[in-house]
């Protein structure tokens, strides 16, 4: 069956600590994270902005993390304050915690995969089965 897909890659800039990480990592730091967000489908949606049927996800949709912390997003927070309870702020839970709140705002048919960098050389991702 044919099938769309959307990649998106937006960053956003935050603190965090591992809690109780024996090394530089325990200890409070910072990060332009990139994120990059993949969609698919075999269908196409309307979305929270456009009537029609005529897209798999809005861009505007999948990017929330990056707006301002005061806006719902990600970006210029500590981290280890915004994530809720059972997330820890590897990239791995980051990359779990975007895919959690930005899949509930997808039609349910969408499979979505969440990678997370805190460096240009590493990636931890998340995604359907």
């Given at each position: 069956?044919?099938?769309?897909?959307l990649s998106?890659?937006?960053?956003?800039?935050?603190a965090?600590?591992?809690?109780?990480?024996?090394g530089?990592?325990g200890?409070?730091?910072?990060?332009?994270?990139?994120?990059?967000?993949?969609?698919?489908?075999?269908q196409?949606?309307?979305?929270?902005?456009?009537?029609?049927p005529?897209?798999?996800?809005d861009?505007?949709t999948?990017r929330?993390?990056?707006?301002?912390?005061?806006k719902?997003?990600?970006?210029?927070?500590v981290l280890?304050?915004?994530?809720?309870?059972?997330?820890?702020?590897t990239?791995?839970?980051?990359?779990?915690?975007?895919?959690?709140?930005?899949?509930?705002?997808?039609?349910s048919?969408?499979?979505?995969?969440?990678?997370?960098?805190?460096?240009?050389?590493?990636w931890?991702?998340?995604?359907?089965?």
């Amino acid at each position: 069956m044919p099938k769309w897909k959307l990649s998106t890659e937006f960053t956003f800039d935050a603190a965090h600590f591992i809690r109780d990480y024996d090394g530089p990592c325990g200890r409070m730091h910072g990060h332009t994270y990139r994120v990059r967000i993949e969609a698919t489908s075999s269908q196409l949606h309307v979305s929270e902005y456009c009537p029609h049927p005529v897209m798999v996800a809005d861009f505007r949709t999948l990017r929330w993390a990056k707006q301002d912390l005061l806006k719902g997003g990600l970006d210029h927070s500590v981290l280890n304050e915004v994530l809720p309870e059972g997330y820890e702020t590897t990239a791995e839970m980051i990359a779990q915690y975007i895919y959690n709140k930005t899949k509930k705002q997808l039609p349910s048919d969408v499979k979505l995969k969440v990678a997370v960098s805190e460096t240009p050389n590493s990636w931890a991702e998340y995604e359907d089965d």
